[in-house]
């Protein structure tokens, strides 16, 4: 039997990891290292300028992650504190942690309702001109909840006072705004008689068009009671849906739903909670999802799963739901449970998040977790006296143009009300170098640059993600848990290849060697785009054998020749605006474009 590490060694330079090499064993490691990160109060909250707050910092819409914004600062509300105390407020807090309510709700009083709206528990989105618009749970001329603009400096106007009945009442999730300017959203109550709730769009100026009435079907198998937001899909999607998921409803356990929903107002389900034995897929998901740019939506639920501490978990375009983490695997939860705020998508290709509850103290954690599933607790709240650095979070993290994570916690801090606090950025995304030729398990990012060449093969794991920029990158006989990101150089994928996720080559310039992808297994998406070099893609010679893709396989505007034979798509093989491209025999569920035919 070949002695790998000691093999690898004379082949070439190893590659740098933080784990030894043992004799006949590749390389065995636990949990990915986390490089140490720093959690600053920025602000607690004093009653004055809200308190208890739940909701995320508000977003800049119709982009794959939360940001902040475009004047660099940040806004949210609570849903308590202010002028008065049971109303809540919106509140700017700077970078640096300078916090000012910039309006008191429950301003405006009649007949001892606040016309103005009262206890906002959405989140604020950024609209397209710049102002901010959100929800509020109660008040409105009655009662029931108001949809409102303000403006950065604190001008509110109500667009809308729902009446309770069948357009909806008490919204709880955040609004999205389409490509035309409306906004979308839901509420938590009202519809009909099984008060379930709405799914509505409203235009800038207040005109609001009921489009989805939820608990429509026996049993409530469309889902009841949605609370999380709602999200545009990008780039496979390019229909205008809007995905979400409903907290209860769906089957017998009522446990929620995820759905989508056309412009038209068509819905449907597209995943039912609670499906599995003793619901370990996960039940209750009330967070808003987010997409990335392969089209996969990732959220959490709030509890079941295998421990009952609540997932997190990734919908694939074509249906498929994986729980990437089951919360309290630890004895005693130390690595979380319960999670309230929604999963973000960090700059480097991690998934960050908090949890309510678990951690070392009982309350609560912000986490990492890697696309293959390993997570690494970053903060345990509450390990000082009193909670200086506050307590369950139920906010999602945002994350700035500087790197750093913003967020809230609902309790603790200096006065007990919560806090607004950052915390510095992780290690670059620059990966471990790879320059030779390796076989064994690395844990990790891995990246390959001008000059390099990185390959994998006689059965090695890449238990990460693969980022290309120049060089050259081999993989046969491997397999890759994360994303094959490839931006420059050349590549030869497969064959015995599998990787679990998705693959993205574009922007390749002209000039260099014919690249080719065959034999290999994608179990998510395989892109092409914006090439200018060769690729084969499978072969009607048997040199390049065809490959199988779970979800969609895209070539789109590649200006040298794309030869595409002999593939099995599980969902659709879309191409266009191609120069040059040519194909036969694949089977896909449908096939699109230049590749009809095909």
């Not at 960090?346 to 977790?369: F, K, L, M």
């Not at 690494?376 to 994350?399: K, M, R």
């Not at 290849?497 to 034999?519: D, E, K, R």
């Amino acid at each position: 039997m070949k002695n790998r590490s000691i093999l690898q060694w004379s082949r070439t330079q190893r590659l740098a990891v933080n784990c030894v090499a043992l004799a006949m064993l590749s390389c065995l490691a636990g949990p990915v290292a986390v490089h140490a990160q720093t959690l600053t109060t920025l602000q607690s909250f004093n009653g004055t300028n809200g308190a208890f707050p739940s909701t995320t910092l508000a977003q800049l819409v119709r982009t794959h992650h939360w940001v902040q914004h475009p004047n660099g600062n940040f806004y949210g509300t609570t849903a308590y504190g202010g002028t008065t105390p049971t109303a809540g407020t919106v509140y700017q807090v700077t970078p640096s942690g300078a916090l000012t309510a910039i309006y008191n709700f429950c301003s405006l009083v009649s007949n001892n309702i606040c016309t103005d709206g009262q206890t906002p528990q959405a989140a604020l989105v950024v609209g397209s001109d710049g102002n901010l618009y959100g929800t509020t749970y109660l008040g409105g001329a009655n009662n029931a909840g108001t949809v409102f603009k303000i403006t950065t400096g604190g001008a509110l106007t109500t667009l809308y006072s729902f009446k309770g009945t069948t357009d909806g009442a008490n919204p709880l999730g955040a609004l999205a705004q389409d490509n035309r300017g409306n906004f979308w959203g839901t509420t938590y109550n009202g519809g009909n008689a099984n008060n379930a709730g709405t799914l509505f769009k409203i235009t800038p100026g207040g005109s609001l068009t009921t489009l989805y009435t939820f608990c429509s079907k026996a049993g409530c198998a469309d889902g009841a009671n949605p609370q999380g937001d709602l999200v545009q899909a990008s780039g496979w999607d390019s229909d205008g849906n809007f995905y979400g998921n409903t907290y209860a409803g769906g089957n017998s356990n009522n446990a929620g739903t995820m759905f989508v929903i056309t412009p038209a107002g068509a819905l449907t389900t597209l995943y039912t909670f609670c499906s599995n034995t003793n619901c370990t897929d996960g039940a209750n998901p009330n967070v808003p999802m987010v997409q990335d740019a392969f089209g996969n939506l990732y959220g959490t639920t709030k509890s079941n799963g295998a421990n009952a501490g609540g997932t997190l978990f990734v919908v694939f375009p074509w249906g498929q739901l994986r729980t990437l983490y089951h919360f309290c695997s630890n004895v005693n939860c130390t690595d979380g449970a319960n999670p309230t705020g929604g999963p973000l998508l960090g700059q480097e290709g991690y998934i960050y998040g908090t949890t309510y509850g678990g951690g070392s103290t009982g309350n609560g954690t912000i986490y990492q977790i890697t696309p293959w599933g390993v997570l690494a607790t970053l903060h345990n709240f509450c390990t000082q006296a009193n909670c200086p650095d506050g307590q369950n979070p139920e906010a999602s993290l945002v994350q700035a143009s500087n790197g750093y994570f913003y967020s809230t916690t609902s309790f603790g801090g200096a006065f007990g009300l919560g806090t607004v606090f950052s915390l510095s950025p992780p290690d670059p995304s620059s990966g471990n170098a790879c320059n030779g030729v390796y076989y064994g398990t690395f844990f990790g990012n891995i990246t390959v640059r001008q000059g390099q060449t990185c390959e994998f093969t006689d059965d090695g794991v890449v238990a990460g993600n693969i980022y290309v920029t120049g060089g050259s990158l081999i993989l046969n006989n491997a397999s890759v848990l994360g994303n094959v990101e490839i931006d420059g150089g050349t590549y030869a994928l497969g064959p015995s290849l599998t990787i679990y996720s998705n693959v993205q080559v574009q922007n390749i310039a002209s000039g260099s060697a014919q690249n080719t992808i065959c034999g290999a297994t994608v179990r998510g998406d395989l892109q092409l785009q914006n090439n200018g070099t060769a690729v084969e893609i499978g072969s009607t010679t048997g040199a390049c054998p065809g490959n199988t893709v779970g979800g969609n396989l895209q070539v789109n505007n590649n200006t040298a020749l794309v030869q595409v034979f002999e593939n099995t798509i599980l969902n659709n093989l879309q191409c266009q605006n191609n120069t040059s491209i040519t194909g036969g025999a694949n089977t896909a569920k449908r096939k699109q474009g230049q590749c009809s035919s095909f």
